[in-house]
């Protein structure tokens, strides 16, 4: 019989750099958790597209032309293959737990 | 710039069969968004694997051999394919949201 495990559990008291992990992968995707706290990142510009929600947290994401989303808990979008974007801030004073989905 | 949505939205006031919707699909995946509200399954022998994960409510799955695993907001497991179970139970006072990942 499958255990579960959960999605907001396991996270350390420091993080000085993102958590990823790989929770689940098939031929054609993976699916991961990321937590941040207070860390914003380079831009992507991948060859996948991605599926993400924020579960916890507060989140804003940047497109090109200087164009933010703000992102509270449970809000999701699809970001196509090679849409350059970057994580602009997240959250310094909680965890934001992200789930997000890989595939071509 | 791809605008978001918010998986505990767009849920209907009446509920009389679980709300099953298609947030993402690749050539070997779909990713669904299920609510339920008081409902339970018949048993599911699916030929796909099943990463699910519960992100509000209260639910229960029942395996084989009458072994129970009780879900709480955040708790996610895998089902391999094959691996006979159903919903048992979801609270009938609030929304469980599942998302669903099916694959191959």
Known sequence: MPAPSNLFGGIPTQLPDELEELLAQGRRFRLKRIVSRGHNTDWYHQDENEWVTLLSGAAQLEFEQQTFVDLAPGDFLLIPAHCKHRVSWT?????????????D
Not at 91 to 103: G, I, K
């Open 91 to 103: 959250d310094p004073r909680t965890e934001s737990v992200w789930l997000a989905l890989y595939f």
